[in-house]
């Protein structure tokens, strides 16, 4: 078992930054993929940007392209989200996962272990 925990969310206002954390414990791996994803009110969830534990390889939708940072700490098993210039269309629950299967793809993973969710909120 994986567990993910996501901190850092908040309420920021537009043009602002926050950073997401998520720290995983329980099993470890040298080659899983890690995620974040977000889920607006009424939409569905969507994939951010995700990153290779251990090539640091990245992958970002297109959206968030020059303005999100995906990263991670091998050290302390923890991956980072740093969002810079949020939007209120940014506006949702971010949400931290992992992808251990073998030949997991950052992008479309299949990604098998979640977190319980972050809410960002950007007012305008």
């Known amino acids: 078992q994986v567990q993910l925990v996501e901190s850092g969310g908040g309420l920021v206002q537009a043009g602002g930054s926050l950073r997401l954390s998520c720290a995983a414990s329980?099993?470890?791996?040298?080659?899983?993929?890690m995620g974040w994803f977000r889920q607006a009110p009424g939409k569905e969830r969507e994939f951010v940007a995700g990153?290779?534990?251990?090539?640091?390889?990245?992958y970002y939708t297109e959206s968030v392209k020059g303005r999100f940072t995906i990263s991670r700490d091998t050290a302390k098993n923890t991956v980072f989200l740093q969002m810079n210039s949020l939007k209120p269309e940014d506006t949702a629950v971010y949400y931290c996962?992992?992808?251990?299967?073998?030949?997991?793809?950052?992008?479309?993973?299949?990604?098998?272990?979640w977190g319980q969710g972050a809410q960002v909120t950007v007012s305008s």
């Open positions: 996962a992992a992808g251990t299967r073998t030949n997991a793809s950052i992008r479309y993973g299949p990604y098998d272990y």
């Open positions: 329980g099993r470890t791996f040298s080659n899983y993929v």
């Open positions: 990153i290779s534990w251990s090539g640091g390889s990245t």
